[in-house]
């Protein structure tokens, strides 16, 4: 049996904590236990220290990302597992998800179902995530921003460099496994309410998880994404075109500006997609 870690970033969790670090250790007793303190200002050490788990603490924060790289960094284990501190995952789930480990993939992640999502609004936001990754990746994503999910160290550690200190680390992390044809499993499980208040601020993070959509294709395949938005502009040159030709019987500036922005889009992606390619390259 390989060695286990479990990593848990926790910011002011001490609540959920007490309660989740003696029934993880009940499920995992030989497991490696790292709680990664991300600044927190409330009891997080004093209840790691009472139940033995080894805590790393930071000064400051610096976001769920950073805790989960420090983590992945301070591990022993061959097998990492990653659970929200803040109650929501269910220790019985980690053998669920180590089984596909088991069977050959390289990460296994939990996808929670509609009644799992925190409100309407993040629940219509992921669908609209998983949507967009299955479409790019040609595999079913069923849970693109799940943050509980096991891995084989080796393979999660290629991509720490990728990681983003914030809260996108899931969908980072997920993509870069696709493109790197490492096999991923989904395993439903069910996500209970977190203990104490969501540390993601909708009006803060909005523009964030915006972001994570063009993220997702960047990380894949930017063609995907470019390459569909020069054929809008071309499309819309060419019905400017008929347009401006029937009243006024000539070609004017904006179907020539709209072809020219599709040649520049496509180019962008085609750029692009040879980063992407330069960004995964390993050089063993």
């Given amino acids: 049996m390989k060695r286990l870690s479990i990593i848990l970033p926790a910011k002011n969790e001490a609540a959920a904590l007490a309660r989740l670090l003696p029934a993880l250790r009940t499920a995992q007793p030989d497991a490696e236990i790292i709680v990664v303190d991300d600044g927190s200002t409330d009891d997080t ?21 950073a805790a989960i790289k420090r983590g992945a960094r301070a591990a022993q284990g061959e097998w990492l597992v990653f659970m929200d501190g803040d109650g929501q995952h269910d220790p019985a789930d980690v053998d669920r998800l180590l089984a596909c480990l088991h069977e050959g993939y390289d990460m296994a992640i939990g996808a929670r179902d509609w009644g799992s999502q925190a409100g309407v609004g993040r629940g219509l936001a992921n669908t ?13 994503v069923l849970d693109l921003t799940s943050g509980f999910r096991a891995v084989r160290a080796e393979k999660f550690r290629e991509f720490l460099y990728l990681l983003p200190n914030g809260f996108s680390y899931p969908t980072t992390s997920t993509m870069a496994f696709f493109r790197s044809a490492y096999p991923v499993a ?29 993220k997702i294709a960047t990380l894949y395949s930017p063609l995907k994404l470019f390459a569909p938005a020069s054929v809008v502009f071309f499309l819309l ?21 709209l072809w020219s922005a599709a040649v520049i889009v496509f180019l962008i992606g085609l750029i692009s997609e040879q980063i992407t390619a330069l960004t995964y390259r390993r050089d063993d």
């Fill in 186 to 214: 989904y395993v439903p499980i069910k996500a209970a309410q977190r203990v104490g208040k969501s540390h993601i601020r909708p009006l803060r993070d909005g523009l964030r998880f915006l972001l994570i959509i063009f």
């Fill in 45 to 65: 050490r004093a209840i790691c220290e009472a139940h033995a788990v080894s805590c790393l603490s930071s000064p400051y924060s610096m976001g769920n990302g």
């Fill in 128 to 140: 609209l995530y998983n949507w967009l990754a299955t479409r790019m990746t040609g595999h079913p």
């Fill in 237 to 257: 040159g060419c019905l400017n075109y008929l347009w401006t030709f029937n009243h006024y019987g000539r070609l004017t500036n904006g179907s020539t500006m």
